[in-house]
Structure formats: C-alpha cells, structure tokens
C-alpha cells in the first residue's frame, strides 16, 4: 500500500525558474541509521520527559517517607506503621511455601532412588519399573517449561534463554570430548567392550546433533536446474540495477524497479540473497516501532507502577497511624519540595506534586480535627501550568481559586493571570468580566497589579478601537506607576483618533520630554523615540514644519521608526521648497529601509520634487519602481503557491517515511529520503530572474556611461593641450585616461552578469506577500485547531464512556486505559500550548499604501511620457523647419554652382583651344628648324670641321 501510494506524488517539480545553491547538496540525504535514531528519539522524548518527572517524584516521596519512618523511631517500626508486612508479607509467604514444596519432591525422589536401589537388588523389576516411571513424572514436573511460558517474553528473558543454550550445546561438546578420550583409551587397552559402548554413545550424540540439520543428498538434476534459475534471477536482477540507475531522476520509475525487484526477492531463499549481496526485505508482518514502543512503555508504565502502588501503600499506612504533628511534618515535606521544583522552574515535576498533595492528604484534614486550605497549593498548580505556557488549562485552575477560595490573598494576581490569558487568547468577554470584577475589588488589590490590569485594559480598548475607553480606563494609572509613560503615549494615540490634535500634543510632549533617566532604557528609549515621531506628524498637519523638522531630527538613528521620521523630514522640506533636501532624505530612507512601509510613498515624493526640478529621466526611473513592484507581487504570491504545493508535497512524503520507519525498511527509506531532498533543494533554490532593465543593470549601465563621457572628455583636453603645446598636461591627461579605459574593461570583462535577483530589489513587495502567505496559513492553522480540539474533547468522551463500561480488574486493560489517558492528557497539553503560541504569533501588517502610490506614480509617469512626446514632436516642428530652410539654401547653393561650372566649363574650353593653337605652332617651329639645320648637308668637305654649327642666337627672330 505504501509503494502504491508513492505514484501520486509529482515529485520532479523543476521550473525553469530554479537555480543550483553551492551550499545545499542534494546528494547528502540523511542516512537511515541517524534517521530512525532522531524518529525514536523523537517517538519517545515526551514519554521520557514525563516518567523522569514521574520517577523524581517517586524518589522525593520516598525520602520523605524515610525520614518521616526515621523520626517515628524504634516504636514506630516496632508497630510497623508504614505496613511493611502487608506489602512483604505475601511476598515471603509464597516463597516460603514454594521452598517447601520443592523441597517435599526432592525428598521423594531421594526416597524413591533408594527403594529403585532396594528393588534392583531384590531383582523385582515390576516395582522398579513402577518406581521408575514415578521418578519420570516427578523429574518432568520440576524440569517442566511451561511456567516460563507465563513470563513477558522479555529482552533478559530470551538472553537466559540463550544462555541455557548455550549451557547445554558446551555439556554436549564436553561429554563427546571425555568420549573421545574414552575411545582412545579403549584402544590402547584392547578393550572391545568398552570400545563397543563408547562407539554407541557417539552416535546417540551425533544422531541428537544430527537432527537439527537435513544432511540427505539432493538429486544433481534438481540441483543443475535450482542453478540454471538462480542465473536466470541474477540476470535479471543485474537488468534491474541498470534500469534503476538510469530511471533514478523520478521517484515513480525508483518505486518500479524497487516492486519488481521485491517481488522477485521475495519467492528467493534468505541465504541465496545474502549470497547475491541484497538486503533482507523488510517482513511487512513484522511488529512496528510504535508497537515495540507501546509494549515496550506497558512494561516500563507496569514496573513503575507496582512501585509507585508498593510505596503509595506505605504513605498510606503512615498517614492512617500519624498524629497531627506527624501528619503536618508530612505535609510541609511533600509541599516544600513542590514549591522548590517550581523556584527552580521544573513546572511539571511542582505539578504533579501539587496534584499529589492534595490527593493523599486532603481525606485526613478531617480525622485531625484541621480544616483544609488549599489556596497556595491551587495557586502555584496554576502558576506552573501558566509557566508551561498552558494557558486554557491554567484559565481553569485560576477560575477554581477564585471559586473555592473568594477572598483569597492570591486573588489579585488570580485576576491579572485571567484577563492577561484571555488577551493573550483573544476571549474578550471573558477578558472584560474579569476586569469588571478586578475593577470592583480595586481596594483590596495591590496597586501594583492593579496598574498592570488597568494598562492591559487600556491597550485591549485600543486594539479594539475604542478610544474612549482608552482614555477613560489609562487615566487612572497615577504618575508614580511604571506604567505611566507606556499609557500616556496610548491615551496620545487614541486623542488622535478621536481628533481632538492638542490633548495628544500634550502627552507625546510628556513622554518626550519626560525625565526618565537614563535613556539608554530601552522600553523609555523606544517610547520616546515613537512620541517624537507622533509630535513631528502632529506639527506637520499643523503646517508648523520648523517645528516638525526638530522633532523628527531628534529621533535615534536605528530605532524602530526612525524610516518614518525621514519621511517626516522629506514631506516637510518638499513644503518648505527645500527639494534637494527632500531628495536627500528619501535617497537616505531608499539607502537603509528598502523594505520600509513608506517605499513607495517616498519614491513617489522623490519623483515629485525631480519633475519639480526638471530631471525627467531620473523621476521616471522611481516612477517606475512603483509601478514595477505590481508584477514582482504578483510573481512572488505565485511563488508562495509553488511553494504550497511543495510543502504539501513534503508533508506526505514525511507521513510515508514515517510509515517506511514503522516497519524498518531502509530500501524504501533511500527513495523517500532522496525525493525529500529533491523537494528541499528545489524549495531552497526556488529563485526568480529578472530583466536586463533592473536597478542593478541600470546602475552598471549609468557607470559605463559615464566612463565613457570621462574618456571623451580626457581625449579633448590632450587634444588641447598638444595644440597650445602643453606636453605636462597632456601627459598627465594620458594617464587619467588609461586608468579610465583599464576601469571600463573590467567592466567589458563582466559578460555573467546579465540579469539578478529583483526580490533583492523589491524586498517590500516580497515583505507584503510573505505577510499575506503567513496569514493563509495561520488561519488555516486556527481552522483545524478548532476541528481538532473538538475530535478531542470527543475523544476524551468515548474514553469515559469506555472507561466507565471496563472491567478494571483486568491488568492489561487497566494498564492500557492508563496510557490512552495519559496520551490523551499529554496531547491537550501540547495542543493548549500550541494555541496559545498560535494566538500570541503576530503577523506584521504591511500597510504600504501600493494602490494610492501605484496609481500616482502612473499618473506621474503619463504626465512624464505625455511631457516627452510634446517635447519630441515641438523638436521634430523645428528639425522639419529647419530641413526646409536647409532646403532652399542648399537649392540656390545649386544653382550658383551650376553657373560657376557653366562658366569654368567655358573657360576651359577656351583654354584648351589656345593650347591647343600654341601646340600647332610650336610643331610647325621645330618641324622648320629641322628643315632649316638638319634637311639639307652645307659641309664642304666629307671631314668635319672643328667648327660649330648654325645656332639661332636671337628668339625674336624666329617669331613670325
């Protein structure tokens, strides 16, 4: 049934949101030896708790009865008070007679082995025979083993068991030794006869021997094929290990492979798989743990109790025979002791010995001639129980006093305890009954617990909205009471709900300027601390903001509402136009209380007083923040249901491994523990990744920017500085420009970090979700209470009903309706502590305003855009304005180009035309010279001359 029920589980919960932790391995489950050691440790550390409380009881009463039998003297133990005949009596009597009897058989066998002697000798073997199968029967009723099978089959029980064994397997070795040495001695001596008899006692011992094992040879066939099979298993048991390795990653696959793998274990003999190295499978029919522990707890809740019966009897009996003076020594022993355990705070040990005290003594205050009064001992029952944190059960013992004892001296504190019980509790009108009454007995009480009361009162009034009675119930509290301070700073709270603005001026005044020293206090430091911040509000609305500054820049640094004093100062700077200031003082809120209450109320101012000072971009970035924290809140409520489901998933894991722990099978534990430690890693590591566009992105963004300007702006003053030829400056505007480059290329460098954890960022919206998820499961918590509590007080019915129909004569049932009680006892207990911690557990309320600033800050941010589009558009007027202005210039820039490429197009044409005339005219120059020198030969003679030839001396000549 339990692998069955493991199918339902969707165990691999992997979203793509999840991310590894470098600290959790998952891999580390817990082993299942620490795992059964802490469940056992776990199962029975209440049970120990109580009987050690019990049992010190128990040793305290019976010092007390030692010395109370010590100053009793001689006579009194000649008289036997403490009755220890009746207790011992019986006792010893059995044991005597069982002595007697037993010694009675012995004789008669004695008798009887000497008349078998007698007869042998008289050779009547009739009679010896007789005499004989007597001697058997007597032998087999003193050797008989079914009185044992009367005793618990106990743990020491079993040990003598294979003590007795062991006995008499080592008498067995040790006669077939002595035989052995017989044999050997018969040999040497040629002794036939002794030898034929010690041959015949060996095999009787070996035939005994040999009945405890079946030595027959099997048939080889049978034995081939019981081996052909187990290979077959071994195969496929090796297939299973494989497809289990590779199936690990689901817990559904894991259980396949395990139920296939037990259903083929199991038809395998024991010692076949211990030889194919697998674990025992776990015997489903086997005992549980919690059966062993409740046997295991009869026994020890049986032995206990025949103790605590055997020296309840003796206190009895020492009360019946005391005198007055014996019986009050008695008493204050028994009382002093309770009232010592609870000094020393061990509230259930003083418990139960005030319970004690009242039950053994009180039906003899008659007999003495003493009226009972049992106020102290109620009253600190009380006070124990309260210490306990018990508070319902207490409730009861409190009412009881009060009951029994009205004009008790513990009276006034018995009321503070009730009403102080019924705040905790949230019981109103039990709370304002008790109150009434504290309230008329005023006179009697003791002003100091009167004081208490009226301030619990008060502050009950104002968690219920009733300022009136606030200011009515706290004004009685005088100046002199400790509790002054703490009530004039409530009646200021509630006069400013009633409106009435100067009556609350003049307390948080008091409470500010009160002269309580020293202020290192720290309940006075925080009251003055919340009375300056209430002052500077006050002013504030008063519009006196001077005065609201001095009183919001006296508020500690660190305390508790210092997030709403610089709000404070933001607010009145922003209406004193000082809005540098105010930007100053919501960057120092946004720097040290991200997730304050006021985030979004004080980015929104900070926006504000930017779109006051014409920065856009940077009010829209907090704009933005506001307006981004919706989808972080929805992300992380979807979260919170993962996270639900994951839990709920945990939770029935941890009620199968409970189940897999009852019956011991640590094969089935590996894979529940496993698919628990898949679910904490993935519970653990459960993370959200944002954009690129977040705070930290837009910030290592801003920095790169602006390296980027720092590097522009060294690269135009080394251009500078080489121009007007200063090379130190330059230089030195060199180096500030590398160390810039090698800044920004670490940050090139940073590839990884492209998107962070924006809960980081958003700790306020991940703070508001986490008090609503807490909430869920508070309530949900205070639902099932109820419907538990009611199946208890059920439960407790059919047990008295139950109880009243037993028949307490039978040991076992009686000893079985005692545990359930003390079971069902301790279970009321733990369930009272359990709501009273559940009562007094206060989830903080996230008032943050998200809507009103959310709504705001979109507002803001359509103003922004709406502003940045007109912007843009009155830009792109202009650009357009100009492009056409551009326009026309550059059409008239075209047309006087156009004519001056006219014109020097016609001047190099012209150009060309005169260069191409002096070309002609040159060749037609040197084509004459060649004719006139070179065409036709002058010389006279065929030798040349020394003479030169006919040059052309003057140019001008040659012009034509």
Same mark, same amino acid.
């Given at each position: 049934?339990?692998?069955?029920?493991?199918?339902?589980?969707?165990?691999?919960?992997?979203?793509?949101?999840?991310?590894?932790?470098?600290?959790?391995?998952?891999?580390?489950?817990?082993?299942?030896?620490?795992?059964?050691?802490?469940?056992?440790?776990?199962?029975?550390?209440?049970?120990?708790?109580?009987? @050690? @409380?019990?049992?010190?009881?128990?040793?305290?009463?019976?010092?007390?009865?030692?010395?109370?039998?010590?100053?009793?003297?001689?006579?009194?133990?000649?008289?036997?008070?403490?009755?220890?005949?009746?207790?011992?009596?019986?006792?010893?009597?059995?044991?005597?007679?069982?002595?007697?009897?037993?010694?009675?058989?012995?004789?008669?066998?004695?008798?009887?082995?000497?008349?078998?002697?007698?007869?042998?000798?008289?050779?009547?073997?009739?009679?010896?025979?007789?005499?004989?199968?007597?001697?058997?029967?007597?032998?087999?009723?003193?050797?008989?083993?079914?009185?044992?099978?009367?005793?618990?089959?106990?743990?020491?029980?079993?040990?003598?068991?294979?003590?007795?064994?062991?006995?008499?397997?080592?008498?067995?070795?040790?006669?077939?030794?002595?035989?052995?040495?017989?044999?050997?001695?018969?040999?040497?001596?040629?002794?036939s006869s002794a030898l034929q008899i010690v041959k015949q006692q060996k095999e009787k011992i070996q035939a005994i021997v040999a009945?405890?094992?079946?030595?027959?040879?099997?048939?080889?066939?049978?034995?081939?094929?019981?081996?052909?099979?187990?290979?077959?298993?071994?195969?496929?048991?090796?297939?299973?290990?494989?497809?289990?390795?590779?199936?690990?990653?689901?817990?559904?696959?894991?259980?396949?492979?395990?139920?296939?793998?037990?259903?083929?274990l199991s038809k395998l003999d024991k010692n076949l798989i211990d030889l194919l190295g697998y674990s025992e499978q776990p015997d489903t029919a086997a005992i549980t743990l919690e059966k062993a522990f409740q046997e295991w707890r009869a026994g020890r809740h049986t032995a206990f109790e025949v103790k605590r019966t055997q020296y309840a009897?003796?206190?009895?009996?020492?009360?019946?025979?005391a005198e007055t003076r014996s019986f009050l020594r008695m008493l204050n022993r028994d009382l002093s002791d309770a009232l010592?355990?609870?000094?020393?705070?061990?509230?259930?040990?003083?418990?139960?010995?005030?319970?004690?005290?009242?039950?053994?003594?009180?039906?003899?205050?008659?007999?003495?001639?003493?009226?009972?009064?049992?106020?102290?001992?109620?009253?600190?029952?009380?006070?124990?129980?309260?210490?306990?944190?018990?508070?319902?059960?207490?409730?009861?013992?409190?009412?009881?006093?009060?009951h029994e004892y009205p004009a008790s001296k513990f009276r006034g504190m018995a009321l503070l305890r009730l009403i102080s019980i019924a705040q905790t509790l949230k019981w109103q009108d039990q709370f304002f009954v008790y109150y009434q009454k504290m309230d008329s007995l005023s006179a009697s009480i003791e002003p100091r617990i009167l004081e208490r009361g009226r301030y619990l009162a008060g502050y009950y009034h104002l968690a219920l909205d009733r300022f009136n009675a606030v200011e009515a119930e706290l004004s009685r509290i005088p100046a002199s009471s400790r509790y002054h301070l703490a @009530?004039?700073?409530?009646?200021?709270?509630?006069?400013?709900?009633?409106?009435?603005?100067?009556?609350?001026?003049?307390?948080?005044?008091?409470?500010?300027?009160?002269?309580?020293?020293?202020?290192?206090?720290?309940?006075?430091?925080?009251?003055?601390?919340?009375?300056?911040?209430?002052?500077?509000?006050?002013?504030?609305?008063?519009?006196?903001?001077?005065?609201?500054?001095?009183?919001?820049?006296?508020?500690?640094?660190?305390?508790?509402?210092?997030d709403q004093s610089l709000l404070g100062l933001a607010w009145t700077q922003m209406k004193q136009g000082n809005l540098e200031s105010s930007i100053a003082q919501t960057d120092a809120l946004l720097g040290n209380y991200l997730a304050s209450n006021y985030t979004y109320e004080a980015l929104a101012l900070s926006a504000h007083c930017k779109r006051l000072l014409e920065r856009p971009a940077s009010a829209m970035k907090d704009f933005r923040y506001v307006t981004n924290a919706r989808g972080v809140l929805d992300v992380t409520s979807e979260y919170n249901e993962e996270r639900r489901l994951i839990v709920a998933q945990l939770t029935e894991l941890d009620q199968m491994e409970q189940q897999v722990l009852e019956r011991q099978d640590k094969p089935l534990y590996e894979l529940i523990a496993q698919a628990k430690q898949n679910l904490q890693a993935i519970l653990l590591n459960f993370n959200y990744r944002g954009p690129k566009g977040n705070l930290l992105m837009d910030e290592f963004a801003d920095e790169r920017q602006s390296m980027y300007v720092q590097i522009r702006?060294?690269?135009r003053v080394i251009a500078e500085a080489q121009k007007t030829g200063q090379l130190e400056v330059a230089k030195e505007a060199v180096q500030q420009r590398n160390r810039v480059v090698k800044a920004l290329e670490t940050y090139q460098a940073d590839r990884a970090v492209q998107a962070v954890n924006y809960w980081v960022e958003y700790p306020l919206a991940v703070k508001e979700s986490g008090a609503a998820y807490r909430k869920q499961i508070v309530d949900s918590l205070m639902v099932e209470m109820e419907s538990e509590q009611t199946r208890l007080q059920e439960s407790v019915a059919q047990f008295q009903s139950l109880l009243a129909r037993s028949d307490r004569n039978?040991?076992?049932?009686?000893?079985?309706?005692?545990?359930?009680?003390?079971?069902?006892?301790?279970?009321?207990?733990?369930?009272?502590?359990?709501?009273?911690?559940?009562?007094?557990?206060?989830?903080?309320?996230?008032?943050?305003?998200?809507?009103?600033?959310?709504?705001?800050?979109?507002?803001?941010?359509?103003?922004?855009?709406?502003?940045?589009?007109?912007?843009?558009?009155?830009?792109?007027?202009?650009?357009?304005?100009?492009?056409?202005?551009?326009?026309?210039i550059l059409r008239d820039r075209q047309a006087s180009l156009q004519m001056r490429l006219k014109r020097f197009d016609e001047e190099m044409h012209r150009i060309e035309e005169e260069l191409l005339e002096e070309q002609v005219r040159l060749d037609k120059l040197e084509h004459q010279k060649y004719f006139d020198f070179f065409y036709f030969d002058t010389s006279e003679s065929e030798t040349l001359r020394n003479t030169p030839a006919k040059t052309v001396t003057t140019p001008e000549k040659l012009t034509p």
């Open positions: 049934m339990l692998i069955s029920g493991l199918y339902f589980i969707p165990i691999l919960v992997s979203p793509a949101t999840a991310q590894e932790s470098g600290v959790f391995d998952k891999q580390k489950t817990v082993r299942y030896n620490e795992r059964l050691k802490f469940y056992l440790d776990q199962k029975t550390k209440t049970y120990l708790v109580e009987t @050690a @409380a019990q049992e010190r009881l128990l040793l305290e009463n019976i010092k007390n009865l030692y010395t109370e039998i010590k100053q009793r003297g001689l006579e009194g133990i000649a008289k036997d008070h403490a009755g220890f005949a009746q207790i011992y009596g019986d006792m010893d009597r059995m044991v005597n007679d069982y002595t007697a009897e037993l010694d009675a058989i012995l004789a008669m066998l004695d008798e009887i082995q000497a008349l078998s002697k007698t007869l042998r000798t008289e050779n009547r073997n009739e009679l010896l025979e007789q005499f004989s199968d007597l001697r058997d029967r007597l032998m087999a009723v003193v050797e008989s083993r079914e009185i044992y099978k009367k005793n618990l089959p106990t743990t020491d029980y079993k040990a003598g068991l294979v003590r007795e064994y062991d006995v008499e397997v080592d008498s067995v070795l040790r006669m077939y030794e002595r035989l052995e040495r017989f044999e050997r001695a018969a040999v040497a001596r040629r002794d009945k405890m094992y079946d030595v027959t040879q099997d048939d080889p066939a049978f034995a081939e094929a019981y081996l052909n099979e187990v290979e077959q298993l071994t195969k496929v048991l090796q297939q299973l290990d494989k497809l289990d390795q590779r199936k690990a990653q689901t817990l559904t696959g894991a259980l396949d492979v395990e139920a296939e793998r037990r259903g083929i009897i003796l206190k009895k009996n020492l009360l019946q025979t010592l355990n609870y000094a020393a705070e061990r509230y259930l040990l003083a418990d139960l010995q005030f319970q004690a005290a009242r039950r053994d003594y009180d039906p003899y205050f008659a007999r003495h001639g003493i009226s009972p009064n049992w106020e102290a001992v109620i009253f600190y029952r009380a006070e124990s129980l309260y210490g306990r944190a018990i508070f319902p059960e207490a409730y009861k013992i409190y009412e009881q006093l009060l @009530a004039r700073y409530l009646r200021g709270i509630a006069q400013v709900n009633l409106g009435n603005a100067s009556a609350a001026l003049s307390h948080f005044d008091a409470v500010a300027n009160a002269e309580t020293l020293p202020w290192s206090t720290a309940f006075n430091t925080l009251l003055r601390n919340n009375a300056l911040v209430k002052l500077g509000f006050l002013y504030y609305e008063r519009a006196d903001y001077a005065t609201a500054v001095n009183y919001f820049e006296q508020v500690s640094k660190g305390s508790e509402h210092y702006y060294f690269d039978k040991v076992e049932l009686a000893t079985n309706f005692e545990i359930l009680q003390q079971d069902l006892t301790d279970l009321k207990y733990r369930m009272d502590r359990f709501q009273t911690w559940l009562n007094s557990y206060d989830i903080e309320e996230v008032q943050s305003d998200f809507d009103q600033w959310a709504d705001f800050s979109g507002f803001g941010l359509s103003d922004l855009t709406f502003q940045e589009m007109e912007r843009r558009e009155h830009k792109i007027e202009l650009q357009a304005s100009n492009l056409a202005s551009i326009d026309g």
